[in-house]
């Protein structure tokens, strides 16, 4: 069982920066058995891909869309994985979710994650 909280999310400006942490709560494995994700639900639309690192952090994937302006990184001493948002824009408002699957990683399909965060809210205004 997997508990996974993020925080971080913010109202800004477009072209500021913020950063999310998504801490995790693990009873059995440890957080290096997972592989984590970021993805983001825009209002109205369908949830899609952000950014996925794989059990150490010696890989990552990016959506085009955020491809650098997006960093993911992870600090497994300390069960957390980040995202640091920089060059922020409107269309980036969304709910981010931080997502954990089990195994080395990454991995980008949304079926293949097996917890879910509850999600934070970034609103970029113009």
């Known amino acids: 069982q997997v508990e996974l909280a993020e925080s971080g999310g913010g109202v800004v400006q477009a072209g500021d920066s913020l950063r999310l942490s998504c801490e995790a709560s693990?009873?059995?494995?440890?957080?290096?058995?997972?592989?984590m994700d970021w993805f983001r639900q825009a209002p109205g639309k369908a949830r899609e891909f952000v950014a996925a690192i794989s059990y150490n952090g010696g890989n990552v994937e990016y959506a085009d869309s955020v491809k650098g302006r997006f960093t993911i990184s992870r600090d497994n001493g300390m069960n957390t994985v980040y995202l640091q948002m920089n060059s922020l824009e409107p269309e980036d408002t969304a709910v981010y979710y931080c997502a954990a699957a089990l195994g080395t990683g990454p991995v980008r399909y949304e079926n293949s994650m097996d917890y879910w965060g509850r999600g934070t809210l970034v609103t970029v205004s113009p």
């Open positions: 693990l009873r059995a494995r440890t957080f290096s058995s997972y592989a």
